[in-house]
Protein backbone atom coordinates (compact mmCIF):
# COMPACT_ATOMS: atom_id res chain seq x y z
CA UNK A 1 0.00 0.00 0.00
CA UNK A 2 1.43 3.45 -0.92
CA UNK A 3 2.29 5.88 1.87
CA UNK A 4 0.71 9.75 1.66
CA UNK A 5 1.90 12.89 2.50
CA UNK A 6 0.86 16.18 2.52
CA UNK A 7 1.31 18.30 -0.35
CA UNK A 8 0.30 21.80 -2.41
CA UNK A 9 -1.41 20.20 -5.32
CA UNK A 10 -3.03 22.15 -8.71
CA UNK A 11 -5.60 20.83 -10.28
CA UNK A 12 -6.38 23.01 -13.07
CA UNK A 13 -4.23 26.27 -14.40
CA UNK A 14 -5.50 29.61 -12.41
CA UNK A 15 -4.77 32.15 -9.92
CA UNK A 16 -3.41 31.47 -6.69
CA UNK A 17 -6.08 29.71 -5.60
CA UNK A 18 -6.03 26.78 -7.82
CA UNK A 19 -3.52 25.37 -4.97
CA UNK A 20 -4.57 23.39 -2.32
CA UNK A 21 -2.91 21.24 0.37
CA UNK A 22 -3.93 17.64 -0.15
CA UNK A 23 -2.78 14.27 1.00
CA UNK A 24 -1.44 12.44 -2.15
CA UNK A 25 0.44 9.30 -2.28
CA UNK A 26 4.33 9.62 -1.68
CA UNK A 27 6.62 10.01 -5.15
CA UNK A 28 8.22 7.19 -6.38
CA UNK A 29 12.44 7.04 -6.83
CA UNK A 30 13.46 5.66 -10.28
CA UNK A 31 16.68 5.00 -11.38
CA UNK A 32 19.31 7.50 -10.44
CA UNK A 33 16.78 9.19 -8.22
CA UNK A 34 16.67 9.86 -4.67
CA UNK A 35 14.06 10.10 -2.10
CA UNK A 36 13.90 13.21 0.24
CA UNK A 37 12.24 13.54 3.53
CA UNK A 38 11.28 17.83 2.42
CA UNK A 39 11.71 20.48 5.51
CA UNK A 40 11.39 23.48 3.53
CA UNK A 41 10.43 24.06 0.17
CA UNK A 42 11.11 27.23 -1.77
CA UNK A 43 9.25 29.84 -3.59
CA UNK A 44 10.52 30.84 -7.22
CA UNK A 45 8.81 33.08 -9.67
CA UNK A 46 8.31 30.50 -12.31
CA UNK A 47 6.22 28.95 -10.01
CA UNK A 48 3.69 31.76 -10.57
CA UNK A 49 4.16 31.38 -14.51
CA UNK A 50 3.71 27.61 -14.31
CA UNK A 51 0.40 27.78 -12.11
CA UNK A 52 -0.92 30.31 -14.04
CA UNK A 53 -0.32 27.42 -17.07
CA UNK A 54 1.76 30.34 -19.37
CA UNK A 55 5.40 28.78 -18.76
CA UNK A 56 6.21 24.89 -19.36
CA UNK A 57 2.70 23.73 -18.19
CA UNK A 58 2.98 20.30 -16.30
CA UNK A 59 0.47 17.43 -16.53
CA UNK A 60 -2.23 17.93 -14.27
CA UNK A 61 -2.76 16.85 -11.28
CA UNK A 62 0.43 18.40 -10.22
CA UNK A 63 2.35 19.18 -7.58
CA UNK A 64 4.63 23.16 -8.28
CA UNK A 65 7.73 23.62 -6.47
CA UNK A 66 11.71 23.62 -7.83
CA UNK A 67 13.84 23.19 -5.06
CA UNK A 68 13.91 21.40 -1.63
CA UNK A 69 15.97 20.80 1.15
CA UNK A 70 15.41 18.09 3.53
CA UNK A 71 17.23 14.40 4.66
CA UNK A 72 17.50 12.08 2.33
CA UNK A 73 16.04 9.46 2.90
CA UNK A 74 19.08 6.75 1.76
CA UNK A 75 21.17 7.56 4.17
CA UNK A 76 20.18 10.21 6.47
CA UNK A 77 22.60 13.40 4.64
CA UNK A 78 21.16 16.59 4.45
CA UNK A 79 20.81 17.84 1.19
CA UNK A 80 19.17 20.35 -1.12
CA UNK A 81 18.29 19.19 -4.62
CA UNK A 82 16.33 20.85 -7.75
CA UNK A 83 13.26 19.46 -8.94
CA UNK A 84 13.15 19.81 -13.14
CA UNK A 85 9.36 18.61 -12.94
CA UNK A 86 8.63 19.84 -10.13
CA UNK A 87 7.31 18.29 -6.77
CA UNK A 88 8.47 20.19 -4.35
CA UNK A 89 6.00 21.86 -2.41
CA UNK A 90 5.37 18.54 -0.37
CA UNK A 91 6.58 16.73 2.71
CA UNK A 92 8.63 14.00 0.52
CA UNK A 93 10.42 14.69 -2.80
CA UNK A 94 12.01 12.89 -5.49
CA UNK A 95 15.10 14.33 -6.92
CA UNK A 96 17.72 13.48 -9.44
CA UNK A 97 21.01 12.28 -7.73
CA UNK A 98 23.01 14.48 -10.00
CA UNK A 99 20.84 17.67 -9.27
CA UNK A 100 21.23 16.91 -5.11
CA UNK A 101 24.09 18.20 -3.25
CA UNK A 102 24.81 17.74 0.35
CA UNK A 103 24.45 20.45 2.63
CA UNK A 104 27.42 21.59 4.60
CA UNK A 105 26.75 21.45 8.91
CA UNK A 106 27.69 25.14 9.49
CA UNK A 107 24.77 26.32 6.35
CA UNK A 108 20.96 26.02 7.73
CA UNK A 109 18.63 24.44 5.61
CA UNK A 110 16.90 28.12 5.42
CA UNK A 111 20.45 28.86 3.50
CA UNK A 112 20.86 26.56 1.23
CA UNK A 113 17.93 26.74 0.17
CA UNK A 114 17.84 30.78 -0.57
CA UNK A 115 21.40 29.98 -2.59
CA UNK A 116 20.24 26.69 -4.77
CA UNK A 117 18.15 27.70 -7.33
CA UNK A 118 18.40 31.40 -7.27
CA UNK A 119 22.12 32.00 -6.15
CA UNK A 120 23.23 29.63 -9.14
CA UNK A 121 21.07 30.97 -11.34
CA UNK A 122 22.72 34.61 -10.33
CA UNK A 123 26.52 33.34 -10.01
CA UNK A 124 25.92 31.83 -13.55
CA UNK A 125 24.31 35.12 -15.16
CA UNK A 126 27.55 36.80 -13.10
CA UNK A 127 30.27 34.63 -13.70
CA UNK A 128 29.87 31.38 -16.18
CA UNK A 129 28.05 33.44 -18.26
CA UNK A 130 28.69 37.48 -18.14
CA UNK A 131 32.26 36.48 -17.05
CA UNK A 132 32.40 39.66 -14.31
CA UNK A 133 36.16 40.56 -14.08
CA UNK A 134 37.19 42.68 -10.97
CA UNK A 135 37.00 46.40 -11.36
CA UNK A 136 33.79 46.00 -14.01
CA UNK A 137 30.81 47.81 -13.01
CA UNK A 138 26.89 45.74 -12.61
CA UNK A 139 23.68 46.90 -12.51
CA UNK A 140 20.70 44.24 -11.44
CA UNK A 141 17.20 44.44 -12.02
CA UNK A 142 14.56 43.53 -9.93
CA UNK A 143 17.64 43.88 -6.83
CA UNK A 144 15.49 42.90 -3.94
CA UNK A 145 13.90 38.99 -5.84
CA UNK A 146 15.17 35.71 -5.12
CA UNK A 147 17.96 36.10 -7.65
CA UNK A 148 18.52 39.70 -7.34
CA UNK A 149 19.39 39.95 -3.80
CA UNK A 150 22.56 37.48 -3.80
CA UNK A 151 23.11 39.00 -7.36
CA UNK A 152 24.39 42.39 -5.84
CA UNK A 153 26.03 40.49 -3.17
CA UNK A 154 27.90 38.36 -5.39
CA UNK A 155 28.86 41.24 -7.88
CA UNK A 156 30.55 42.91 -4.58
CA UNK A 157 31.75 39.54 -3.25
CA UNK A 158 33.24 39.43 -7.09
CA UNK A 159 35.25 42.97 -6.41
CA UNK A 160 33.00 44.89 -9.07
CA UNK A 161 33.95 48.48 -9.53
CA UNK A 162 29.90 49.97 -8.57
CA UNK A 163 26.73 48.00 -8.67
CA UNK A 164 23.64 49.28 -8.87
CA UNK A 165 20.46 47.74 -8.14
CA UNK A 166 17.07 48.20 -9.33
CA UNK A 167 14.19 48.32 -7.71
CA UNK A 168 10.65 49.15 -7.45
CA UNK A 169 9.74 51.16 -3.85
CA UNK A 170 11.89 53.17 -1.76
CA UNK A 171 11.62 50.19 1.45
CA UNK A 172 13.25 47.76 -1.46
CA UNK A 173 15.68 50.17 -2.56
CA UNK A 174 16.74 50.42 0.84
CA UNK A 175 17.26 46.90 1.51
CA UNK A 176 19.31 46.52 -1.76
CA UNK A 177 21.85 49.31 -0.62
CA UNK A 178 21.92 47.43 3.00
CA UNK A 179 22.95 44.58 0.53
CA UNK A 180 26.07 46.63 -0.42
CA UNK A 181 24.97 47.80 -3.18
CA UNK A 182 26.65 51.58 -3.95
CA UNK A 183 23.46 53.04 -5.94
CA UNK A 184 19.75 51.86 -5.94
CA UNK A 185 17.48 53.21 -8.63
CA UNK A 186 13.80 52.50 -10.03
CA UNK A 187 14.25 52.74 -13.37
CA UNK A 188 16.94 51.30 -16.16
CA UNK A 189 16.89 55.03 -17.56
CA UNK A 190 18.49 55.65 -13.94
CA UNK A 191 21.46 53.57 -14.47
CA UNK A 192 23.41 56.19 -16.33
CA UNK A 193 22.59 58.88 -13.35
CA UNK A 194 24.69 56.25 -11.37
CA UNK A 195 27.62 55.12 -13.93
CA UNK A 196 27.42 57.78 -16.20
CA UNK A 197 29.73 56.13 -19.13
CA UNK A 198 27.50 52.84 -18.38
CA UNK A 199 28.14 49.56 -17.09
CA UNK A 200 29.66 46.57 -18.05
CA UNK A 201 27.51 43.87 -16.84
CA UNK A 202 23.58 44.57 -16.81
CA UNK A 203 21.99 41.25 -15.33
CA UNK A 204 18.09 41.57 -16.23
CA UNK A 205 15.35 39.32 -15.55
CA UNK A 206 12.86 41.39 -16.96
CA UNK A 207 12.74 41.29 -20.57
CA UNK A 208 10.32 43.65 -23.35
CA UNK A 209 9.94 46.83 -22.94
CA UNK A 210 13.15 46.84 -19.88
CA UNK A 211 15.50 45.10 -22.64
CA UNK A 212 16.09 47.77 -24.68
CA UNK A 213 16.58 50.20 -21.88
CA UNK A 214 19.17 47.57 -20.20
CA UNK A 215 20.79 48.01 -23.31
CA UNK A 216 21.24 51.39 -23.66
CA UNK A 217 22.69 51.63 -19.99
CA UNK A 218 25.82 49.75 -21.28
CA UNK A 219 29.03 50.81 -21.79
CA UNK A 220 30.94 50.07 -24.93
CA UNK A 221 31.73 46.06 -24.40
CA UNK A 222 29.09 45.49 -22.30
CA UNK A 223 26.88 42.73 -21.74
CA UNK A 224 23.18 42.16 -21.11
CA UNK A 225 22.83 38.69 -19.65
CA UNK A 226 18.90 37.75 -19.58
CA UNK A 227 17.60 35.35 -16.87
CA UNK A 228 13.79 35.69 -17.84
CA UNK A 229 11.29 37.76 -18.99
CA UNK A 230 7.73 38.56 -17.95
CA UNK A 231 5.03 38.13 -20.18
CA UNK A 232 4.59 41.93 -21.73
CA UNK A 233 5.26 42.85 -25.11
CA UNK A 234 8.24 41.45 -26.60
CA UNK A 235 11.32 43.56 -27.74
CA UNK A 236 12.99 43.26 -31.11
CA UNK A 237 16.40 44.29 -30.82
CA UNK A 238 18.57 45.51 -33.91
CA UNK A 239 22.05 44.01 -34.19
CA UNK A 240 23.20 47.28 -35.62
CA UNK A 241 22.55 48.89 -32.21
CA UNK A 242 24.54 46.19 -30.55
CA UNK A 243 27.48 46.28 -32.92
CA UNK A 244 27.37 50.29 -33.48
CA UNK A 245 27.45 49.94 -29.46
CA UNK A 246 29.73 47.05 -29.14
CA UNK A 247 27.55 45.55 -26.52
CA UNK A 248 26.10 42.13 -26.07
CA UNK A 249 23.17 40.25 -25.00
CA UNK A 250 23.22 36.68 -23.16
CA UNK A 251 20.75 34.29 -21.62
CA UNK A 252 21.13 31.78 -19.00
CA UNK A 253 18.63 29.02 -18.25
CA UNK A 254 19.49 27.03 -15.05
CA UNK A 255 18.48 23.84 -17.20
CA UNK A 256 21.82 23.75 -19.14
CA UNK A 257 23.69 24.47 -15.30
CA UNK A 258 22.00 20.70 -14.83
CA UNK A 259 22.74 19.52 -17.68
CA UNK A 260 26.66 20.28 -17.44
CA UNK A 261 28.62 17.47 -15.72
CA UNK A 262 29.56 18.70 -12.40
CA UNK A 263 28.55 22.14 -12.76
CA UNK A 264 25.65 22.58 -10.04
CA UNK A 265 28.08 20.95 -7.32
CA UNK A 266 30.93 23.40 -7.92
CA UNK A 267 28.39 26.65 -7.73
CA UNK A 268 27.07 25.37 -5.20
CA UNK A 269 30.04 24.67 -3.21
CA UNK A 270 31.14 28.23 -4.58
CA UNK A 271 28.08 29.83 -3.10
CA UNK A 272 28.47 27.39 0.44
CA UNK A 273 31.74 29.02 0.60
CA UNK A 274 31.08 32.65 0.19
CA UNK A 275 27.73 32.54 2.73
CA UNK A 276 29.88 30.71 5.64
CA UNK A 277 32.63 33.75 5.00
CA UNK A 278 29.61 35.58 5.61
CA UNK A 279 29.83 37.28 2.31
CA UNK A 280 26.15 36.28 1.06
CA UNK A 281 23.37 36.07 2.96
CA UNK A 282 20.12 34.60 1.87
CA UNK A 283 17.23 37.35 2.63
CA UNK A 284 14.25 34.99 4.04
CA UNK A 285 11.03 37.05 3.33
CA UNK A 286 8.92 34.64 4.48
CA UNK A 287 7.97 30.86 5.76
CA UNK A 288 4.50 29.95 5.00
CA UNK A 289 2.58 26.58 5.54
CA UNK A 290 1.45 24.14 2.80
CA UNK A 291 -2.36 25.81 3.40
CA UNK A 292 -0.85 29.48 2.40
CA UNK A 293 1.27 28.59 -0.72
CA UNK A 294 -1.69 30.34 -2.70
CA UNK A 295 -1.58 33.42 -0.67
CA UNK A 296 2.63 33.70 -1.04
CA UNK A 297 2.03 33.45 -4.59
CA UNK A 298 -0.37 36.54 -3.96
CA UNK A 299 2.37 38.34 -2.65
CA UNK A 300 5.30 37.52 -4.96
CA UNK A 301 2.56 38.95 -7.96
CA UNK A 302 1.89 42.00 -5.99
CA UNK A 303 5.41 42.51 -5.68
CA UNK A 304 5.37 42.81 -1.66
CA UNK A 305 8.17 40.03 -1.50
CA UNK A 306 12.06 40.76 -0.74
CA UNK A 307 14.52 37.75 -0.97
CA UNK A 308 12.69 34.60 -0.80
CA UNK A 309 9.76 33.18 0.02
CA UNK A 310 10.05 29.54 2.49
CA UNK A 311 7.47 27.13 2.36
CA UNK A 312 7.60 24.92 5.68
CA UNK A 313 6.00 22.20 4.18
CA UNK A 314 5.25 20.82 7.85
CA UNK A 315 3.61 23.27 8.87
N1 LIG B 1 17.15 31.61 -16.24
C1 LIG B 1 16.92 30.80 -15.22
O1 LIG B 1 17.30 29.63 -15.23
C2 LIG B 1 16.19 31.34 -14.02
C3 LIG B 1 16.23 30.68 -12.80
C4 LIG B 1 15.57 31.27 -11.71
C5 LIG B 1 14.88 32.46 -11.90
N2 LIG B 1 14.85 33.03 -13.13
C6 LIG B 1 14.15 34.28 -13.37
O2 LIG B 1 14.72 35.26 -12.54
C7 LIG B 1 13.73 36.22 -12.21
C8 LIG B 1 13.67 36.40 -10.71
O3 LIG B 1 13.14 35.21 -10.13
P1 LIG B 1 12.86 35.16 -8.57
O4 LIG B 1 12.28 33.81 -8.33
O5 LIG B 1 14.06 35.60 -7.85
O6 LIG B 1 11.68 36.21 -8.43
P2 LIG B 1 11.72 37.66 -7.76
O7 LIG B 1 12.75 38.52 -8.40
O8 LIG B 1 11.75 37.51 -6.29
O9 LIG B 1 10.31 38.15 -8.29
C9 LIG B 1 9.54 39.08 -7.68
C10 LIG B 1 10.01 40.49 -8.03
O10 LIG B 1 9.99 40.72 -9.45
C11 LIG B 1 9.79 42.12 -9.69
N3 LIG B 1 8.79 42.33 -10.72
C12 LIG B 1 8.96 43.09 -11.82
N4 LIG B 1 7.88 43.07 -12.58
C13 LIG B 1 6.98 42.31 -11.96
C14 LIG B 1 5.65 41.93 -12.26
N5 LIG B 1 5.03 42.34 -13.39
N6 LIG B 1 5.00 41.11 -11.39
C15 LIG B 1 5.60 40.69 -10.28
N7 LIG B 1 6.88 41.02 -9.94
C16 LIG B 1 7.55 41.83 -10.78
C17 LIG B 1 9.33 42.71 -8.38
O11 LIG B 1 10.40 43.50 -7.87
P3 LIG B 1 10.23 45.10 -7.95
O12 LIG B 1 8.95 45.39 -7.21
O13 LIG B 1 11.43 45.63 -7.26
O14 LIG B 1 10.16 45.45 -9.40
C18 LIG B 1 9.06 41.52 -7.49
O15 LIG B 1 9.26 41.78 -6.12
C19 LIG B 1 12.43 35.72 -12.86
O16 LIG B 1 12.27 36.36 -14.10
C20 LIG B 1 12.69 34.26 -13.04
O17 LIG B 1 11.91 33.70 -14.05
C21 LIG B 1 15.49 32.49 -14.19
Known sequence: MSRTMRAAVIHRFGGPEVLRAESVPEPVAGEGESV???????LNYADLEIRAGTYDPPPLPAVLGADVVGRRRSDGRR???????????????????????????DVTDAQALCLLEQG??????????????????????????????LAVQ????AGASTVVGLASTPAKRDFVRSLGADHAVGLPEE???????????????LGGPYLP?????????????????????????????????????HGVWMRHVLLAPGLLARTADHLFALARKGLLTGHVDRVVPLAE?????????????????LVDVHG
Open 293 to 309: VGRAHAAVAARQTAGKV
Open 154 to 157: LARA
Open 36 to 42: IDVRLAG
Open 191 to 205: VREAVPGGVDLYVDS
Open 79 to 105: VAALLRHGGGYAQVAVARDEHTVEVPE
Open 213 to 249: AALAALAPFGRVVSVGWRAEAPAPVALGDLIERSVGL
Open 120 to 149: CTAHSALATVGRLRAGESVAVSSAAGGVGH
